[in-house]
């Protein structure tokens, strides 16, 4: 069992950055995918950035301007979100699984999210 507790969410204007942090619990995440997905209202959960050993995986929406990395001492994946438009007002999640992936279905274990909204 894994327990995933995201932080770092907020209000923001746009063009601003947040830096949001996933910190797991019960299982090492050095060896696994960690990813980040977000929710907006009304919206399917999408897929937004993965890490694993073999590399990084960004949605085309936030290529250039988001950028995931992890911490394996501290068994913490951050998601430092740079340039942020309107349209990332969501909840985000992390996620951890066992293969490198983007799809929802692939992930294992889900935190309960941060809320980052971004005005205009």
């Known amino acids: 069992q894994v327990q995933l507790v995201e932080s770092g969410g907020g209000l923001v204007q746009a063009g601003g950055s947040l830096r949001l942090s996933c910190a797991a619990s019960?299982?090492?995440?050095?060896?696994?995918?960690m990813g980040w997905f977000r929710q907006a209202p009304g919206k399917e959960r999408e897929f937004v950035a993965s890490?694993?050993?073999?590399?990084?995986d960004y949605a085309d929406s936030v290529k250039g301007r988001f950028t995931i990395s992890g911490d394996n001492a501290e068994n913490t994946v951050f998601l430092q979100m740079n340039s942020l438009k309107p349209e990332d007002t969501a909840v985000y999640y992390c996620?951890?699984?066992?293969?490198?992936?983007?799809?929802?279905?692939?992930?294992?274990?889900w935190g309960q999210g941060t809320q980052v909204t971004v005005s205009s």
């Open positions: 996620a951890v699984g066992s293969k490198r992936a983007t799809e929802i279905r692939l992930y294992d274990f």
């Open positions: 019960g299982r090492t995440i050095s060896g696994y995918t």
């Open positions: 890490i694993t050993w073999s590399g990084t």
